[in-house]
């Protein structure tokens, strides 16, 4: 088939809209992150994502349960990090070490999140931070702790703009609603 017979009908803000489908975008988003879902590809070599469940021997070593996933929010996609943590490592280490280990956590899942969806799609995606990581620490026993860390990015290149409710006062409200009743 030729070129002109592929294109046929189709306008150049056609094919712009096509590129930059929010979508096709989230789609290929989603199977890049979840081809991080058991820490190993489909011919069972071992994935190197970032992540603190990679470090060390399977057999020997204690396990260490942490994870990620995604989930998305117009044209925002958010970040969620979940594992175990030591608060004496923590104290030991002071808070703002502990703040600076999450950001290259979610600095490692990002890139490799990029490296994915540029294997899946054969496109890249521009991903661009929107502030600083939130994250929560829990006590699970006297022995272990978790920590639940979200971070959100603004997916550049979809061609989306995020849509702000309409304000009007309290007042306006009430003054519609008596208006429609009495109809």
């Known amino acids: 088939m030729l070129k002109k017979e592929k294109n046929a009908g189709k306008q150049v803000g056609d094919q712009k809209m096509e590129e930059n ?6 789609r290929g988003l989603a ?7 058991d820490g ?4 069972g070599n071992r994935i190197e ?14 396990r260490m349960m942490d994870g990620f996933k995604v989930r998305f929010h117009g044209n925002k996609m958010i970040v969620s990090y979940h594992g175990e943590v030591s608060l004496k490592d923590i104290h030991k280490k002071g808070p703002k070490n502990f703040e600076d280990e999450m950001e290259s956590m979610f600095a490692d899942i990002l890139a490799f999140i990029k490296k994915e969806y540029k294997k899946v799609t054969g496109k890249s995606c521009k991903l661009k931070d929107m502030g600083e990581a939130d994250s929560l620490i829990q006590r699970m026993s006297s022995i272990r702790n978790w920590v639940q860390s979200t971070k959100m990015y603004e997916i ?6 995020s849509v702000e409710p ?10 519609n609603f008596l208006a429609q009743t009495k109809k």
Not at 21 to 26: F, S
Not at 49 to 62: C, Q, S
Not at 166 to 175: H, V
């Open 21 to 26: 489908n929010i979508l096709h975008i989230i």
């Open 166 to 175: 309409e304000k009007k006062s309290l007042s306006e409200n009430i003054k």
């Open 31 to 37: 199977q890049a992150a979840s081809n991080a879902y």
């Open 49 to 62: 994502v970032g992540l603190n469940r990679e470090k060390g021997n399977y057999i020997n070593d204690k």
């Open 40 to 43: 190993h590809d489909s011919e």
């Open 156 to 161: 550049g290149h979809a061609g989306v703009e």
